[in-house]
């Protein structure tokens, strides 16, 4: 008698394929292309006086792809689901198998960390039943970002324009983009001066820098105080104080964990968190490298925890005994910190085979999949090397009262930095100290002065916040999750709270008021640390020591006393312009709609009059005699002339001149 087959089910069509290949003709693996049960689009789909039980529904568009599970699952020796090895995949299976298959159908949870033949071989050997805390937690987020997001994103449209959303952990980022914005509309730069001697002994120079006068710390403020210092110091003789040589060690970095890769691909890469995230799918989940069938190149992408396999660890440490020599090599293995209430379970991200050398890969990967493969594979490698050492010589140096102090820097043992060079940001002052090379000298010698430079300087308002660095703050903060990361960053976008500019967050006028509203009505929800707060009880839902009611319940009674109060006392804004309505002449007022600001008629809906709002910057067409309008498309933000379709104008950016 034949045997039957079984079912594997995953979420993307690539990934069943690469499964299909490693498990043989006696499975038949197929995609669930994500999410088919979820919360209704169109209504709360939370019963609040039940135990917040939520009411799932088939997604529209998503019955075809359920009637062909159904139908793939008759007649199956077992159902093995093999969706993502975290709470979102833990939730996707667990609904399948509560809400689409029979009750006596043999369904199994399958998990693994990386696609390939012994991983998936020895998940399907050990099946699972579903963790239930797993599930409870990733249903407790979605139930909380719902009550959230449901009964916020109203009061937005009330106040402002409809069609806009607030979410739980999106808002408080937002949040913080505002509040550094903020710093940066305060600050107030301030002038100082730095003075630099460049200084010789037989031949060989270097430049050392004021550091005290008096004994004080220098703070010159002015140009002519630092003219004073410098015609004052050329008169003096330049007496080398005192010299320290130490040794510095600088360890490799953990391997890649979301964050980390997410900061360092926008770092090194300039990729953004979703690009980011969408290349590290495509290698984890399989690339054609020319065997006949997809290969998972690196472990899953989503993870807090920076724990590698014995296996791997191994794998690497041969490797780098043999392609870098056994001096590079630690004699115990590397092992980093999981950080509090990291997912243990999971593993840091890293290729799968360290023995497929990125150069290997480059004809079959596109030019980003192998930059981003690159930097996961070096980032790994360096991961499992020595420390870095560094000869560091500081001197002091004497001119009369003025004090100079320079400092130069050897490389004297690369280590990890023969796999993974680091950035100018994470070295610090690294690179200005390289350059520096300092003479062999003795303490109570003269130096000649060449010359002596003052130069002007203002201090620089905080930074606005990039992929990499919004992310690392959010991390620190303890807000959002691996999976959470990306997909704020683009909501916040899409829904344009905030502009990308230059790879830099700039909120806009419509993020303000979205903000101020929300920390004005509801400022616990917008708390940074209330929120961490609330990541840190989901997780302790997964690990089994709070229950997900009690979660619930204390979350929502403060939450219902603020919106019944915003409710209330929220009152629509009206702003009205100095222009009229060309149909009706009655004052004209300032809306937002889908496309940003535009003027409406007071007198809507009966007149229906709009017209757009210039930049009151001038078309730049001769004879056009249009002003330029911001408009939106697919593509993003562009500027067109307020006489289209006559004028063609676009353009990117506002001309320079104006």
């Known amino acids: 008698m034949k045997k039957k087959k079984s079912l594997v089910i995953v979420e993307s069509p690539t990934k069943a ?53 159904k139908k793939e699952a008759k007649n199956k020796e077992a159902i093995y689901i093999a969706t993502d090895p975290d709470r979102e995949g833990e939730a996707i299976g667990w609904q399948l198998k509560e809400r689409v298959f029979k009750k006596d159908d043999n369904i199994l949870r399958v998990t693994f960390h990386e696609i390939t033949p012994a991983a998936v071989n020895e998940a399907f050997k050990h099946p699972r039943d579903f963790d239930i805390n797993m599930v409870e937690a990733q249903v407790g987020r979605r139930v909380l970002d719902r009550i959230v997001g449901y009964f916020l994103s109203p009061l937005l449209w009330k106040k402002i324009a409809r069609g806009l959303s607030a979410g739980r952990v999106q808002s408080v980022a937002l949040r913080l983009i505002i509040e550094r914005e903020r710093e940066i509309e305060k600050f107030i730069a301030k002038e100082y001066w730095e003075i630099e001697a460049e200084l ?37 003789k330049f007496i080398v104080k005192d010299i320290k040589k130490s040794e510095k060690k600088r360890n490799p970095s953990a391997p890649f964990i979301t964050s980390t890769m997410q900061q360092d691909a926008f770092n090194k890469l300039r990729f953004n968190a979703n690009k980011t995230m969408f290349l590290a799918q495509q290698l984890y989940e399989g690339i054609d490298i020319g065997q006949d069938n997809p290969v998972g190149l690196i472990t ?3 993870t807090d925890s920076p724990r590698v396999a014995p ?35 999971h593993e840091a991200i890293r290729p ?7 150069e ?20 790994f490698l360096s991961s499992q090397m020595k ?74 308002p905080p930074a606005r916040y990039s992929d990499s660095s919004l992310i690392k703050a959010l991390e620190e903060d303890g807000v959002g999750r691996p999976s959470t990361y990306a997909p704020i960053i683009y909501t916040l976008i899409l829904r344009d709270y905030v502009r990308r500019i230059k790879g830099y967050f700039k909120p806009t006028e419509l993020g303000f008021k979205v903000c101020d509203l929300l920390v004005e009505y509801f400022p616990k929800v917008l708390d940074i640390k209330f929120t ?32 019944d109060f915003a409710q209330e006392n929220i009152k629509k804004e009206v702003i009205t312009s100095d222009k009229l309505c060309d149909l009706c002449g009655k004052p004209m007022i300032v809306k937002w709609g889908r496309r940003g600001k535009f003027l409406s008629c007071s007198g809507f809906p009966e007149c229906k009059g709009s017209k757009s709002i210039t930049s009151g910057v001038k078309c730049p067409q001769e004879g056009c005699g249009g002003e330029l309008i911001e408009r939106r498309s697919a593509r993003g933000f562009f500027y067109g002339c307020s006489n289209f379709p006559k004028c063609r104008f676009v353009s990117r950016s506002l001309p320079e001149n104006e």
């Open 387 to 460: 420390p870095a050492v560094y000869s560091i010589d500081t001197l002091d140096i004497e001119a009369g009262k003025y004090s100079f102090n320079a400092s130069g820097s050897t490389l004297v043992f690369e280590g990890f930095l023969l796999a993974y060079k680091a950035t100018e940001e994470e070295e610090g002052d690294g690179e200005a100290l390289k350059k520096n090379k300092i003479p062999l000298l003795n303490k109570g010698e003269a130096l000649e002065l060449l010359k002596i430079t003052p130069s002007q300087h203002f201090t620089k």
């Open 300 to 302: 899953y992408m989503r």
């Open 532 to 563: 961490a707060l609330m990541e840190e009880q989901l997780d302790e839902i997964e690990e089994g020591r709070l229950k997900k009611l009690k979660v619930l319940e204390d979350f929502y009674a403060p939450f219902k006393v603020r919106l």
């Open 200 to 236: 010789a002994k037989g031949g060989d120079s270097f430049v050392a820098k004021l550091n005290k006068i008096s004994g004080e710390k220098a703070e010159i403020k002015a140009g002519p105080e630092a003219a004073t210092i410098c015609q004052e110091a050329q008169a003096e």
């Open 352 to 358: 799968t085979f360290v023995s497929r050398h990125p």
């Open 17 to 69: 394929k690469t499964i299909k290949k490693i498990l043989g003709d006696n499975f038949s693996v197929v995609s669930s292309m994500g999410h088919i049960i979820d919360l209704p689009q169109k209504k709360l789909g939370v019963d609040l006086e039940k135990g917040f039980e939520p009411e799932y529904v088939t997604l529209s568009g998503r019955q075809k792809t359920l009637a062909s599970l």
């Open 311 to 345: 296996e791997a660890i191994n794998e690497v440490r041969d490797y780098i005994a043999l392609s870098f020599g056994k001096e590079h090599l630690p004699d115990k293995p590397n092992y980093y910190k999981v950080k509090k209430l990291a997912q243990e379970a």
């Open 360 to 379: 290997s890969l480059k004809n079959f990967l596109t030019p980003d999949q192998h930059k981003l493969y690159t930097l996961i594979y070096n980032r």
